[in-house]
T-cell receptor, first 112, second 115 residues
Framework: GESVGLHLPTLSVQEGDNSIINCAYSNSASDYFIWYKQESGKGPQFIIDIRSNMDKRQGQRVTVLLNKTVKHLSLQIAATQPGDSAVYFCAVSISGTYKYIFGTGTRLKVLA | KAGVTQTPRYLIKTRGQQVTLSCSPISGHRSVSWYQQTPGQGLQFLFEYFSETQRNKGNFPGRFSGRQFSNSRSEMNVSTLELGDSALYLC??????????????FGPGTRLTVL
């Protein structure tokens, strides 16, 4: 079956450093990928997405990298701030299925 | 533009009861998806509706059902509640119309506790 996994349940980084959160997926037919941020007591918030015809996409302080060969994607957060503390999920979809498979989440802790 | 709203925000029920949760998508969005979030299992897909039709469903028992109305609002129902149904139920809406790549916007969720 389909599965999406994250490499680390918790990641602690120093304020100002860069953060890298990883995600692996199993289905090679997956063609749309999203990163979400979830703060305590709130629903997931969209951060950035990428389609399978790309291998890199940049947003404000965030970059998503997609390696389809090894079925891996990562979220890079530059100059991590205390407000970045949250749980980060990757979500993977296959076009036409109208369904997203979520990873288990990585809790990012920003140390002052 | 108002975001996705879910009601109620918190709910306490006892085993054997049934519950109905409501979701109002972002205005103009026609696709609504439901997810169950628990600490052990993470976010798990329940079902997705578009124009009142269920287009896909996850691996949940038949006790979990949903529907969508002509105004795109959606409800999900869980019958014969079990302790394991305690979770945060999240609703997400997206444009959905023909475009396979759709950013989903999530609501704040309904926290269901089954005693």
């Amino acid at each position: 079956g389909e599965s999406v996994g994250l490499h680390l349940p918790t990641l602690s980084v120093q304020e100002g450093d860069n953060s890298i959160i990883n995600c692996a997926y199993s289905n090679s037919a997956s063609d749309y990928f999203i990163w979400y941020k979830q703060e305590s007591g709130k629903g997931p918030q969209f951060i950035i997405d990428i389609r399978s015809n790309m291998d890199k996409r940049q947003g404000q302080r965030v970059t998503v990298l997609l390696n389809k060969t090894v079925k891996h994607l990562s979220l890079q957060i530059a100059a991590t701030q205390p407000g970045d503390s949250a749980v980060y999920f990757c979500a993977v979809s296959i076009s036409g299925t109208y369904k997203y498979i979520f990873g288990t989440g990585t809790r990012l802790k920003v140390l002052a | 533009k108002a975001g996705v709203t879910q009601t109620p925000r918190y709910l306490i029920k006892t085993r054997g009861q049934q519950v109905t949760l409501s979701c109002s998508p972002i205005s103009g969005h026609r696709s609504v998806s439901w997810y169950q979030q628990t600490p052990g299992q993470g976010l798990q897909f329940l079902f997705e509706y578009f124009s009142e039709t269920q287009r896909n469903k996850g691996n949940f028992p038949g006790r979990f059902s949903g529907r969508q109305f002509s105004n795109s609002r959606s409800e999900m129902n869980v019958s014969t509640l079990e302790l394991g149904d305690s979770a945060l139920y999240l609703c997400a809406s997206s444009g959905g119309a023909g475009n396979y790549y759709n950013e989903q916007f999530f609501g704040p969720g309904t926290r269901l506790t089954v005693l």
